[in-house]
Antibody, heavy 119, light 107 residues
C-alpha cells in the first residue's frame, strides 16, 4: 500500500534552516510528481511546491520562493524540502503528497511533520 | 495567482441532510479542480478530482459539479463520519491554490 512518512520537523529559530524528508513506499516513486503542502495551526491548507517525477521541473508558492527548495532522490524513494531563512509564519504542519497526473490532484498524503519557528 | 473563494466558511447540518458547498475561481480553470476532506489532526483526503470524478472508495453520496469558474460539492444523506472540513483546490496553474475551507458541523 502507498505510504508516505515525513520527518525532520522540530523547533527552529527564525533565520535558521531545516530539511524535511518524505520516505515513500508502496508505489513506483520515480514515476510520480510529488508535492509539499503546509497548514499553519488552526488555518487552512497552503500548497508549497511540486517537483516533477524526474526532478526536471519545480514550482513554488510565492511565499516560499527563493527560500525553500524541493528535491528528490529517486534511488532512495525520498522527497525533500530544504527550508532556509525560516520565519515565524512558516510554522505549520508540512505534508508531502503524491501527485495524481494528469490533473495534479493529490491522491495520497503523509501524516505530516510539525515545524515551529520560534526564538 | 488564481484565487479560490469557498463558501460558506461553516455550515451546520443534521444526519440525513443534503448540503452544498461552493467554490469560485478567479479565472477559468477547466477541469483542474478537486475537493478534499480533512478531519481534526489528520491529513486531508482526496474525495473528487477533475470536477466530478469520485475517487475510488469514496461513498456515492459525495458528488461534484461545475465548470469554468464555479464548482459545487454536494453531500447527500449526511452521515456522522462526514462532519469535517472540506477544501477545494485548483491545479490549473501554479501556485495550486486551495479555498479557505468549509467546516461542516453537526446541528
Amino acid at each position: 500500500q502507498v505510504q508516505l512518512v515525513e520527518s525532520g520537523g522540530g523547533v527552529v529559530q527564525p533565520g535558521r534552516s531545516l530539511r524535511l524528508s518524505c520516505a515513500a513506499s508502496g508505489f513506483t516513486f520515480n514515476t510520480y510528481a510529488m508535492h509539499w503542502v503546509r497548514q499553519a495551526p488552526g488555518k487552512g491548507l497552503e500548497w508549497v511546491a511540486i517537483i516533477w517525477y524526474d526532478g526536471s521541473n519545480k514550482y513554488y508558492a510565492n511565499s516560499v520562493k527563493g527560500r525553500f527548495t524541493i528535491s528528490r532522490d529517486n534511488s532512495r524513494s525520498t522527497l525533500y524540502l530544504q527550508m532556509n531563512s525560516l520565519r515565524a509564519e512558516d510554522t505549520a504542519v508540512y505534508y508531502c503528497a503524491r501527485d495524481s497526473s494528469p490533473g495534479h490532484e493529490m491522491d495520497y498524503w503523509g501524516q505530516g511533520t510539525l515545524v515551529t519557528v520560534s526564538s | 495567482d488564481i484565487q479560490m473563494t469557498q463558501s460558506p466558511a461553516s455550515l451546520s447540518a443534521s444526519v440525513g441532510d443534503r448540503v452544498t458547498i461552493t467554490c469560485r475561481a478567479s479565472q477559468s480553470i477547466s477541469i483542474y479542480f478537486s475537493w478534499y476532506q480533512q478531519k481534526p489532526g489528520k491529513a486531508p483526503k482526496l474525495l473528487i478530482y477533475a470536477v466530478s470524478s469520485l475517487r475510488s472508495g469514496v461513498p456515492s453520496r459525495f458528488s461534484g459539479s461545475g465548470s469554468g469558474t464555479d464548482f459545487t460539492l454536494t453531500i447527500s444523506n449526511l452521515q456522522p463520519e462526514d462532519f469535517a472540513t472540506y477544501y477545494c483546490q485548483q491545479t490549473y496553474n501554479t501556485p495550486y491554490t486551495f479555498g479557505q475551507g468549509t467546516k461542516l458541523e453537526i446541528k
